[in-house]
């Protein structure tokens, strides 16, 4: 981000492989970037219907928490043949909070038998930056990135459903992409770089 260079932003969430991604594509150079595990934020309650609102949940409550400009994202996958579930709940759908290998058993036995053109999928991600929590004109960005969900797992990298998620045009899993090339790609990428047009276009 070339916005507000010396300045800091909290980064609302506290998924290491957001967070990871998060720190790949903001780069040096503009303002500092500070999980916000590490100023004593616990994490918001999600309690929007719609990644836009779960994303601002999410800003705002890290924004007030410590009086910095907020960054935040709600994100998930949609499969079309579960009529977009896991969707909003993809982090709890098999019942506790980030158990990817739980998520992806359930979700591969959700579309057990279902041939290829059932299991088109798509991430989605929502990015909501606030500049103080009573902010009313957030800049808010989405990413999408289509694909498919395959059989088994494959590959290591990434997080979350990555091992299964096949993205259009790539003969392998997210999981086996390089962590670069994903974040390129990915919904995430995409929603940070709609994001820094729109903070680029405000400045
Ligand atoms: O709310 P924070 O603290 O940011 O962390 P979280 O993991 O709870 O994040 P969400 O509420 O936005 O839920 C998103 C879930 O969707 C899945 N997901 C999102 N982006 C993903 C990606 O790039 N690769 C794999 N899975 C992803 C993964 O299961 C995430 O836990
Ligand atoms: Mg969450």
Redesign the pocket.
């Known amino acids: 981000m070339t916005r507000a260079e010396g300045e800091r932003w909290v980064i609302?969430?506290?998924?290491a492989?957001?967070l990871a991604?998060f720190r790949d594509l903001l780069g040096d150079g503009g303002p500092a970037c500070v999980p916000q595990a590490e100023l004593g934020v616990v994490?918001a309650e999600?309690t929007g219907l719609t990644f836009i609102e779960?994303a601002l949940i999410?800003a705002r409550h890290a924004a007030r928490a410590t009086g910095l400009p907020a960054l935040?994202?709600?994100?998930?996958?949609c499969v079309d043949a579960l009529d977009g579930a896991p969707g909003l709940y993809?982090?709890r759908?098999a019942g506790g909070?980030?158990d990817?290998a739980a998520?992806i058993a359930k979700l591969l036995a959700a579309l057990k038998a279902r041939p290829d053109a059932g299991r088109r999928a798509r991430?989605v991600?929502v990015i909501a930056w606030l500049r103080h929590p009573l902010d009313p004109q957030p800049v808010v960005a989405q990413g999408v990135w289509h694909g498919c969900i395959l059989e088994r797992p494959r590959g290591a990298g990434?997080?979350?459903?990555?091992p299964v998620?096949q993205p259009d045009g790539h003969d392998c899993s997210?999981a086996e992409l390089p962590p670069a090339l994903?974040n390129r790609l990915?919904?995430?990428g995409q929603a940070l770089l709609a994001l820094r047009r729109q903070l680029l276009d405000l400045a």
């Open positions: 609302a969430s506290s998924n492989g957001k991604e994490d999600e779960n999410k935040a994202d709600d994100s998930g996958l993809s982090a759908y909070h980030g990817a998520n991430f991600a990434g997080f979350g459903y990555d998620f997210a994903k990915g919904h995430r």
